[in-house]
C-alpha cells in the first residue's frame, strides 16, 4: 500500500482497474481511458439498436446499450469522446453515424468508483459492416422497435439474461434532448 501524496492510498493496481482509499472510502478507478461512452442509435424505422454480450462480473449476459470507452487505445489517449462513440458504436453493430451529440455526462456508480459515462445521440446510421465487436468479444445486436423496448427486455429478464438500466435511461435522455431548444440536457 502506497499514497499519492494527496491523501488518496493504493490499494491495489492491475492492468485495467486500480483500488484505492481515502478518508476510509474504498473505491475504483478505471486505468489508461478518459472516460465511457454509451451510444443511443435508432434507425430511421424506429428501431433501437441494442447489444447482448456475456459480462463476467454478473455471470450473465446483459442487454445493453453500445457503449465503449475512450482513449483507452495505445497513441489514441487523446481520443475525443464523440470519436470514441461512433468508434464502438460500428465496432459493436456495424452502423456507422453521420451525427452524434452528447446528451448528458455523469457517474456510473458514485460510490464504487470514478467513472463518469457520456450518453450520446447517433443519427444518420447507415449499415457499414457486421458489427459484434473486437476480436476479443462476442456481441449480438438486436434491433427492437422503441415502443416495444419495454416489453422486449421483460422477456429477456424472463430468458435469464440481465438488462443494463442505461437503456430505459438513454431512451428517455433521446426524447428529452428532443423536447430541448438544444438537444442536450446540460452538456
Request: hydrophobic residues 40%; negative net charge; proline residues 4%.
Amino acid at each position: 500500500m502506497t499514497s499519492d501524496g494527496m491523501g488518496e492510498e493504493i490499494l491495489h493496481e492491475g492492468r485495467f482497474l486500480g483500488l484505492y482509499q481515502k478518508n476510509g472510502w474504498e473505491y475504483v478507478r478505471r486505468q489508461n481511458t478518459k472516460g465511457v461512452v454509451v451510444v443511443v442509435a435508432i434507425t430511421d424505422d424506429s428501431q433501437l439498436i441494442l447489444t447482448e454480450q456475456y459480462r463476467p462480473p454478473v455471470g450473465r449476459r446483459v442487454i445493453e446499450l453500445p457503449a465503449g470507452l475512450a482513449g483507452d487505445i495505445p497513441y489514441q489517449e487523446d481520443e475525443p469522446l464523440a470519436t470514441a462513440a461512433l468508434r464502438e458504436l460500428y465496432e459493436e453493430t456495424g452502423y456507422r453515424a453521420s451525427g452524434m451529440e452528447a446528451l448528458i455526462s455523469g457517474p456510473s456508480s458514485a460510490g464504487m468508483t470514478t467513472e463518469v459515462i457520456t450518453f450520446f445521440h447517433a443519427t444518420g446510421l447507415t449499415k457499414m459492416g457486421d458489427g459484434g465487436g473486437d476480436h476479443t468479444e462476442d456481441i449480438r445486436v438486436h434491433f427492437v422497435p422503441v415502443k416495444e423496448v419495454l416489453a422486449w427486455c421483460r422477456d429477456r429478464v424472463a430468458d435469464g439474461l440481465m438488462v443494463d438500466p442505461k437503456v430505459f435511461a438513454g431512451l428517455f435522455f433521446v426524447q428529452k434532448g428532443k423536447d430541448s431548444k438544444t438537444g442536450s440536457l446540460w452538456i
